[in-house]
């Protein structure tokens, strides 16, 4: 089955290389609020210390194939499948990020720690609430050496 999505607004930082695929955590984006919604549309968001936020990965092209690879193409990491990494290169190229609300005024969101780049397409907005969040998470530790630097700040 095909579906059809259209976006809700635009990523604008200064991130513009999608291939700088680390230090995202002190990276603050204004996401861009398309006109056909009204000013009110982000109302009463200010007031969650995070939202989650869906987007498109338009510039990563989808993988040839789905069998399983380490990710980021490491060797130190082991093979996983498509479903176990978040990497841009998936089917239908969805990513979604946790991000701090920074302000939401009008149809402008500010956020901090999206790994977007500048002019991504965002599909939608939905503010993170405890009781929707896991506990007892759980994750192999090979996740640690992928992450190590994914979220720190540049140094």
Same mark, same amino acid.
């Given at each position: 089955?095909?579906?059809?999505?259209?976006?809700?607004?635009?990523?604008?930082?200064?991130?513009?290389?999608?291939?700088?695929?680390?230090?995202?955590?002190?990276?603050?984006?204004?996401?861009?609020?398309?006109?056909?919604?009204?000013? +009110?549309?982000?109302? !009463?968001?200010?007031?969650?210390?995070?939202?989650? &936020?869906?987007?498109? %990965?338009?510039?990563?092209?989808? @993988?040839?194939?789905?069998?399983?690879?380490?990710?980021?193409?490491?060797?130190?990491?082991?093979?996983?499948?498509?479903?176990?990494?978040?990497?841009?290169?998936?089917?239908?190229?969805?990513?979604?990020?946790?991000?701090?609300?920074?302000?939401?005024?009008?149809?402008?969101?500010?956020?901090?720690?999206? +790994?977007?780049?500048? !002019?991504?397409?965002?599909?939608?907005?939905?503010? &993170?609430?405890?009781? %929707?969040?896991?506990?007892?998470? @759980?994750?192999?530790?090979?996740?640690?050496?992928?992450?190590?630097?994914?979220?720190?700040?540049?140094?």
């Amino acid at each position: 089955m095909n579906i059809t999505l259209g976006t809700v607004g635009i990523v604008q930082n200064t991130r513009t290389d999608p291939g700088d695929t680390d230090h995202w955590g002190d990276v603050i984006s204004a996401i861009l609020i398309d006109e056909r919604f009204p000013e +009110d549309c982000l109302q !009463g968001l200010e007031e969650f210390s995070h939202v989650e &936020v869906l987007y498109h %990965f338009h510039q990563a092209q989808e @993988r040839p194939d789905y069998h399983a690879r380490p990710p980021r193409g490491r060797s130190d990491l082991p093979a996983v499948g498509v479903f176990a990494d978040r990497g841009p290169r998936r089917p239908n190229r969805i990513g979604a990020t946790v991000c701090r609300v920074l302000s939401a005024e009008r149809r402008q969101l500010t956020v901090r720690g999206l +790994d977007a780049v500048d !002019g991504t397409p965002v599909i939608d907005l939905k503010p &993170v609430m405890r009781q %929707f969040l896991p506990t007892g998470l @759980r994750q192999p530790p090979w996740v640690e050496a992928l992450m190590a630097e994914y979220f720190m700040p540049r140094r």
